[in-house]
């Protein structure tokens, strides 16, 4: 990553779908998160968040205030975050890692009743375990059984 990329947070809009349209994620990647392409349209209490670089599309995830939330924490302030990724050509430029770090402030600005961010990580996507330590995430000790296996329970006190 070269000093001059800027990333941000931005809640989705409509000028970000072709981008997202065309986010690849290899298999072994695609297990374990959802492309953008497959939350085209949000339901009530779903905010979909881009990523960008330079005003691009490069990430997405999903910041959840709905009652899926009570599966992961018992705070009610708490938020759900699903759907993490990069698009392939983009990973390995550390802007996963800036992004996550944007998400206290992002998360304060846009969300202020929101205290704990949650978040489920496969046991077996340790590159995501890790990035999620690096920038605070605990493990709660909690674990869910999830489409492809047990998944840790993770939380940033905000």
């Excluded at 209490?45 to 899926?68: W, Y």
């Amino acid at each position: 990553m070269e000093d001059k990329d800027y990333i941000e947070l931005n809640h989705f809009s409509n000028e970000d779908i072709d981008a997202l349209n065309s986010f690849e994620l290899p298999e072994e990647q695609g297990q374990f998160t959802s492309l953008p392409i497959n939350y085209n349209v949000a339901t009530k209490g779903q905010n979909r968040i881009v990523i960008l670089c330079n005003k691009e599309p490069v990430g997405f995830f999903i910041l959840h205030s709905t009652d899926r939330v009570k599966d992961y924490s018992e705070n009610p302030n708490a938020m759900l975050l699903t759907s993490f990724s990069i698009t392939y050509p983009k990973q390995g430029k550390g802007y996963a890692k800036r992004a996550m770090f944007l998400l206290r402030e992002f998360v304060a600005t846009e969300f202020p009743h929101c205290n704990e961010i949650v978040l489920a990580v496969n046991h077996k996507n340790i590159s995501a375990q890790h990035l999620y330590v690096k920038v605070g995430f605990k493990d709660t000790g909690k674990r869910k059984i999830g489409p492809i296996g047990e998944q840790y329970i993770m939380n940033l006190v905000l």
